[in-house]
């Protein structure tokens, strides 16, 4: 009977269908409830999108079918040793799409209306290095889309020591030769997820956060010791930094830069820089500053 269209479907049949259908429903449900609570929070649309490679390793769970339900690693040519199957191609496919790959295969020989459900629970294929000042620097597994933010969150966060710049390393193929892209981001924005949110990872990426860069300044200034350098901090930005100068200070500033055995000595009037007749020098980690005492 047709009604506006829609085709009212039999009792008989729609018990039938309810029958077939409904166990299928019932174990989707159980394994969403017993899911880990990281990978709950990691995103469920960031991991069902997620396509599993080479050293990942998968969980099959077969409803009624015990014989058939395990864990199974992902080989390095990309395919699983499964149960009846032997050798299956999976790299490259969803969870949904090895599930819905697995029950068809089963069902032309060996089952009727397999049911399938498959997670994967060691994440191994993506790795991502992040190294420099951050808590626990190492290698680290993409589990879908990660971004910048999240694997420094991940490393366990910005140490102390940090320097004010993290460098994101990846290789682009550019005509079949692979080339180094950086991308330098502010290392307090990303702490705070300012920066970073929106910049995915990709496998084989390099996170590198800065250590602290530092100079030392001292003569007369009103407070001579050692200050954090930032990006491009000029000579008279540092003496702005330590307060400025002292009430006998001339006009001479000398930088001292390099080691021992390769150490050269810079000499700077800031009254020429302040008339903008001498350029205002960058200062580099490491530099000594010596702002000499004026003769009466």
Known sequence: ????????????????????????????????AV?????????????????????????????????ISGEFAVEAGGAISFPLLGQIEVAGRTTAEIADRLEM????????????????????????????????????????????HQIVAEAGGIRPSAGAIIELRRLRDVEGVAEPVVRVFHTAAVSTGEEGRDVSLEPGDVV???????????????????YDLSPG???MQAISQAGGQGKFASQTVEVHRGRDDAKEI????????????????????????IVRRRFF
């Open 1 to 32: 009977m047709i009604e506006g269209g829609v085709r009212a479907v039999p009792r008989r049949e729609l018990c039938y269908l309810l029958a077939m259908r409904l166990p299928r429903l019932l174990f989707a449900l159980m394994v969403v």
């Open 35 to 67: 899911a880990p609570v990281d990978a709950q929070e990691a995103g469920p649309a960031a991991l069902a999108s997620y396509r599993v490679g080479a050293g990942d390793v998968l969980r099959v769970e077969a409803y009624n079918h015990d014989e």
């Open 105 to 148: 295969l089963l069902e032309e020989d060996y089952y009727v209306d397999v049911q399938l459900q498959v997670e994967v629970t060691e994440y191994r294929s993506k790795p991502v290095t992040v190294l420099g000042e951050v808590a626990r620097p190492g290698t680290y597994y993409l589990e879908g889309r990660t971004s910048l």
């Open 208 to 226: 590198s956060v800065s250590v602290k860069q530092r100079y030392f300044i001292t003569g007369e200034i009103s407070s001579p010791g050692q």
């Open 233 to 235: 901090m000029t000579l």
């Open 266 to 289: 810079m000499t700077f009037d800031l009254s020429q820089i302040r008339k903008g007749k001498t350029q205002d020098p960058i200062i580099e980690a490491g530099d000594v500053l």
